[in-house]
């Protein structure tokens, strides 16, 4: 066993460092999740009903308490050193089955094994996996297994609950009641695992370096924003050669301009500040406190919200180019219509409540931006799908570099300093290479 300032590590367990970074098997874990959310779009796209939406949401909350797990894991220990290498291939592989099966996580089909219980072992098996090397890595700090311990509860409570809505035996979940039973138990099994997180404060956050917990939280934006890109070009033609015309590359333009303003509005000024806030919180509590609420838990949101945008926004350019749909396209059905506005509203104001948590600063220019999308529902409920589309790019583009005019000042010296810790980091890294390679 090593150890390192003061603290002895199990072998084959190498410990981050304040200044770590995202490593390239973290990327390959979110290669996983790129799938996973995918899955979560396809499946809510063929059941595009209220209970279909709320399970939606209920899939995605809980994929994103697996990541979440993964994320700190990388914020204590070195993903691709020693022995963790070979867990987190495991877990991903549990991950990827638990992504597969999806479709069938509430009611299982005919044929094959029982998708809602598969379901349940590779999601116990994930969070098993990340609990446990938190609790092998604390073993030998009394500190630190005092933090770990009480997530053992959560796990195994929530993994109950799946079990029993998973064992509800098929004639008695196909009725409406007991349909509403199944998902009243994996809302509680949500309410576990976040209720836990919430009572415990900051204690089961330990943020080693600030710069990895932010780095990995905007690169699972940056999987979600991609996400987009996909569900617009994928849809139930995909495979069979698209027609180049005006409507397609004008959808295709439209589309790119809605996620690129969202890509905008998070990356430009907004993740910048929230990082360099966390780097300045150095009380232990406080930053654990930060890390918890502005990253766990509202990016969540953040990511149902672009996960809502590309629902809506779900095979558009294949469905524009059917030679049988008029030449704008036809008007967009109530739940594409409200998961597309809805998608984007979600979004402005998960980053209002960021700026708020984080800087402390109101962003009025995408309050405004969230009202105009929510007064502009009705009106372009009868408009054209494309017409609808170019609306939304409208007002979020006008929304962004509203808010962008407002936050200049800030953002000068937000992307200030940005600048020069990313050329001291070269220069530092160009100084050391010099020397040893």
Same mark, same amino acid.
């Given at each position: 066993?090593?150890?390192?300032?003061?603290?002895?590590?199990p072998r084959?367990i190498q410990p981050?460092?304040?200044?770590?970074?995202?490593?390239?098997l973290e990327?390959?874990?979110?290669?996983?999740?790129?799938?996973?959310f995918?899955?979560?779009t396809?499946a809510?796209a063929?059941?595009?009903?209220?209970?279909g939406?709320?399970?939606?949401?209920?899939?995605?909350? *809980?994929l994103?308490?697996c990541?979440?797990?993964?994320?700190?894991?990388?914020?204590?220990?070195?993903?691709?050193?020693?022995?963790?290498p070979?867990?987190?291939?495991?877990?991903?592989?549990?991950v990827?089955?638990l992504?597969?099966?999806?479709p069938?996580a509430?009611v299982?089909?005919?044929g094959?094994l029982?998708?809602?219980?598969?379901?349940?072992v590779c999601?116990?098996?994930?969070r098993?996996?990340?609990?446990?090397?938190?609790l092998w890595?604390?073993?030998?700090?009394?500190a630190?297994?005092?933090r770990?311990l009480p997530?053992?509860l959560?796990?195994?409570?929530?993994t109950?609950l799946?079990?029993?809505?998973?064992?509800?035996?098929q004639?008695?979940?196909?009725?409406?009641?007991?349909?509403l039973l199944?998902?009243?138990?994996?809302?509680a099994a949500?309410?576990?695992?976040?209720g836990?997180?919430?009572?415990l404060g900051?204690?089961?956050?330990t943020?080693?370096?600030a710069?990895h917990?932010?780095?990995?939280?905007?690169?699972?934006?940056?999987?979600a924003?991609?996400?987009s890109?996909i569900?617009?070009?994928?849809?139930?033609?995909?495979g069979t050669?698209?027609?180049v015309?005006?409507p397609?590359i004008?959808?295709?333009v439209l589309g790119?301009?809605?996620?690129?303003?969202l890509?905008?509005?998070?990356f430009?000024?907004l993740a910048?500040?929230?990082?360099q806030?966390?780097?300045?919180?150095?009380?232990?509590?406080?930053r654990?406190?930060?890390?918890?609420d502005?990253?766990?838990f509202?990016?969540?949101?953040?990511i149902?919200?672009?996960?809502?945008?590309?629902l809506?926004l779900?095979?558009l350019?294949?469905?524009g180019?059917?030679?049988e749909t008029p030449?704008w396209?036809v008007?967009?059905?109530?739940?594409?219509?409200?998961?597309?506005?809805?998608?984007?509203?979600?979004?402005?104001?998960t980053l209002? *409540?960021?700026?708020?948590?984080?800087?402390?600063?109101?962003?009025?220019?995408s309050?405004?931006?969230?009202?105009?999308?929510?007064?502009l529902?009705?009106?372009v409920?009868?408009?054209p799908?494309?017409?609808a589309?170019?609306?939304?790019?409208?007002?979020?583009v006008?929304?962004?570099?509203g808010?962008?005019?407002?936050?200049?000042?800030?953002?000068?010296?937000?992307?200030?300093?940005?600048?020069e810790?990313q050329?001291?980091?070269e220069?530092?890294?160009t100084?050391?290479r010099?020397?040893?390679?």
């Amino acid at each position: 066993m090593e150890s390192t300032g003061g603290v002895r590590w199990p072998r084959g367990i190498q410990p981050s460092a304040p200044g770590s970074r995202t490593t390239r098997l973290e990327l390959f874990y979110d290669l996983v999740f790129v799938f996973a959310f995918l899955n979560v779009t396809t499946a809510t796209a063929g059941n595009p009903t209220a209970r279909g939406l709320i399970q939606c949401l209920v899939l995605l909350a *809980l994929l994103w308490w697996c990541w979440s797990g993964f994320a700190a894991l990388g914020n204590v220990v070195r993903t691709d050193q020693g022995v963790a290498p070979l867990v987190g291939f495991a877990a991903s592989a549990a991950v990827f089955v638990l992504a597969l099966i999806l479709p069938k996580a509430f009611v299982d089909r005919p044929g094959g094994l029982s998708g809602p219980v598969v379901f349940v072992v590779c999601y116990f098996l994930v969070r098993a996996s990340e609990v446990t090397i938190f609790l092998w890595v604390a073993r030998a700090n009394r500190a630190v297994r005092r933090r770990t311990l009480p997530f053992v509860l959560p796990v195994l409570l929530a993994t109950a609950l799946l079990l029993a809505a998973a064992l509800l035996p098929q004639r008695v979940s196909d009725g409406t009641a007991e349909g509403l039973l199944r998902l009243a138990l994996w809302l509680a099994a949500l309410g576990v695992e976040y209720g836990f997180g919430a009572a415990l404060g900051g204690a089961g956050w330990t943020v080693l370096s600030a710069g990895h917990w932010a780095e990995r939280h905007a690169l699972i934006v940056m999987v979600a924003l991609g996400e987009s890109i996909i569900a617009l070009g994928l849809g139930p033609g995909a495979g069979t050669g698209l027609p180049v015309t005006w409507p397609v590359i004008i959808a295709a333009v439209l589309g790119v301009a809605v996620v690129a303003a969202l890509w905008w509005a998070y990356f430009d000024t907004l993740a910048l500040a929230m990082e360099q806030t966390l780097h300045r919180t150095r009380e232990p509590a406080a930053r654990a406190a930060l890390a918890r609420d502005v990253y766990t838990f509202l990016h969540l949101p953040l990511i149902a919200g672009v996960i809502l945008f590309a629902l809506g926004l779900k095979g558009l350019i294949y469905e524009g180019a059917a030679p049988e749909t008029p030449t704008w396209g036809v008007p967009l059905p109530g739940f594409d219509l409200l998961a597309l506005y809805g998608g984007v509203a979600t979004y402005l104001v998960t980053l209002i *409540l960021l700026g708020k948590r984080a800087l402390g600063a109101p962003r009025w220019p995408s309050v405004a931006g969230v009202a105009l999308l929510v007064a502009l529902v009705p009106a372009v409920a009868r408009l054209p799908e494309l017409v609808a589309l170019a609306v939304l790019a409208a007002a979020a583009v006008a929304t962004v570099a509203g808010q962008t005019v407002v936050d200049a000042p800030r953002r000068r010296e937000v992307r200030r300093v940005a600048l020069e810790e990313q050329l001291a980091t070269e220069v530092e890294q160009t100084r050391w290479r010099g020397h040893h390679l």
